[in-house]
């Protein structure tokens, strides 16, 4: 199975602000070395992944694909203002919540705290990234007045809200790197 497409894809989140310090070798290929990372784990270690997540891997990809389908046709309506709300609402949830949550935290214990995946794992987890997280899951964040980007509203325990605004092309990046990193985790879960 080759990831040229997605290698290629991926190799654009090196220009995220504060991106992992990955060497440029591993950014042309990271789909391809976290999919080996994946493979490289014992059986034992990937059954209790598969015990540890809340959906069976199978599952996950089956979503992918719908998710994907959907981002197609979404693609297909750029004019109409409705779809695209709908799309990234979507995109939103998918790469920040669902992905990080249910697969990405539980994922990375399986891997050596150095390893590719968990040093992309931690990235997504922190910063702003981590902000756009919170602000996703408790409904906190609007987009930025000309749709150039969200704002998006963090704090906690009836702290004063911090105000974080995320441009477009870091949004993304974000999201290109959480799905791609995810999708070549899930191809491996699912190959052993």
């Not at 999919?35 to 015990?51: A, D």
């Amino acid at each position: 199975m080759g990831f040229e497409i997605l290698d290629r894809q991926l190799q654009s989140c090196a220009q995220a602000d504060g991106a992992p310090a990955l060497t440029p070798e591993i950014w042309c290929q990271l789909a391809t070395t976290v999919h080996s990372e994946f493979l490289g784990l014992s059986e034992v270690s990937v059954n209790q992944l598969r015990l540890e997540v809340p959906v069976p891997p199978e599952r996950y990809v089956e979503e992918l694909q719908a998710f994907q389908a959907w981002m197609d046709v979404a693609h297909s309506n750029r004019s109409n203002p409705v779809v695209v709300r709908a799309q990234v609402m979507t995109e939103l949830y998918v790469s920040f919540v669902w992905l990080r949550d249910s697969l990405m935290e539980p994922a990375k214990s399986r891997l050596a705290p150095d390893s590719v995946f968990a040093q992309v794992q931690h990235f997504l987890a922190s910063g702003k990234r981590k902000t756009l997280r919170n602000a996703i899951a408790h409904g906190r964040w609007c987009y930025q007045a000309g749709f150039g980007g969200l704002e998006c509203w963090d704090g906690r325990n009836g702290s004063s809200l911090t105000r974080t605004v995320i441009s477009a092309d870091e949004l993304d990046l974000w999201q290109t790197l959480s799905r791609g990193v995810a999708i070549a985790a899930l191809l491996a879960i699912t190959q052993n």
